[in-house]
């Protein structure tokens, strides 16, 4: 856990380090997770990365209370990568990012990800996508609702399905830049969700 | 995923098989994991164990496409092991099953997890504990906030802080089981949670 400073202090660095955007180069996860947890500390909201699947198939154990896994392989998740509680709601969303400036194609969001999210929402969750266009350096809020009718009728887009910037830019929610938190998630969410 | 057949099939297989207890013996773990399935499946809730938090040192690429992990640890979870939605309403709960019959150390639940749930309870979830008591065959669904009260003013019992077997009983809500799902975890939290 880091130990953030009081809320003052934070206002005051916010200021001065806004437009510099110190951020830039760091992996949207990484923000997305230092976000997370300042938003953890203030309890504001608790939304944790689910961690990566692994299959174990070999252990070792080197000393009598250590274990060490000599093999292993990655799994497909079948959920998203974040989850958790805002104001009493389920929130869940999964975070994309893209070196294309015009696009992100749909094939870097995988099936049994759409189908959670359509699930989700059905159950009366809260279900996102998060955006981020690398070029422009901007993070975007995307609602699942919206994107689940492109998705469903999106024709191909140079040869793939995909969202282009400018219709992510249009109907999705710009995530402020800051430096704690480096991405001021929650108030997308409550301009999207709460207001 | 698991091609469960229709409900009606299921009460009645359910009224041959609920007497025999077939499913004693097996893990709490797989018990909650095949009941969480049906209820994806059957739209009913969307809940899921987290994957085990894996700390990645060393990968092999055996072949281009595919990626071999031959040095990794198990981390500390720093949350519970289940979470999800049920009715639009955020639920997290840890499992925890004991050979012991008489209580469940508290040494068995992480402080950690005890602080999540706290922290999940005031931002308006649902949380509890499952409680496998092995010698009896009977697993509970235990209220974090009647949880939390024994936890902070509890003292020592058999030299250890624990919750006993007859408080559990007589406070926790009895997970009826079943064929299909093998526990009727959704019916506890009905009891508890939407009566």
Not at 127 to 156: A, M, P, Q, S, T
Request: proline letters at 3%; charged letters at 25%.
């Amino acid at each position: 856990m880091l130990n953030f400073p009081n809320k003052k202090v934070l206002s005051t660095k916010q200021n001065t380090i806004k437009s510099n955007h110190s951020n830039r180069g760091m992996s949207l996860e990484n923000m997305i997770n230092n976000s997370c947890e300042y938003y953890l500390y203030n309890n504001i909201a608790n939304i944790h990365k689910k961690p990566t699947p692994i299959q174990v198939v070999k252990v070792d154990y080197p000393s009598r209370s250590s274990t060490k896994i000599i093999e292993a392989y990655y799994k497909t998740p079948s959920t998203t990568d974040y989850n958790g509680i805002y104001k009493g709601k389920y929130i869940d969303f999964e975070a994309k990012e893209t070196n294309i400036k015009n696009y992100l194609g749909f094939e870097y969001i995988h099936h049994h990800q759409i189908t959670h999210l359509e699930n989700i929402v059905k159950h009366g969750g809260i279900g996102f996508l998060i955006i981020y266009f690398k070029h422009y350096d901007e993070v975007y809020l995307y609602d699942f609702n919206d994107f689940i009718l492109l998705y469903n009728k999106r024709n191909d887009i140079n040869g793939k399905k995909s969202i282009a910037y400018t219709e992510v830019k249009e109907n999705g929610i710009l995530i402020k830049r800051n430096y704690i938190p480096n991405l001021e998630i929650i108030k997308a969410i409550d301009e999207k969700y709460f207001t």
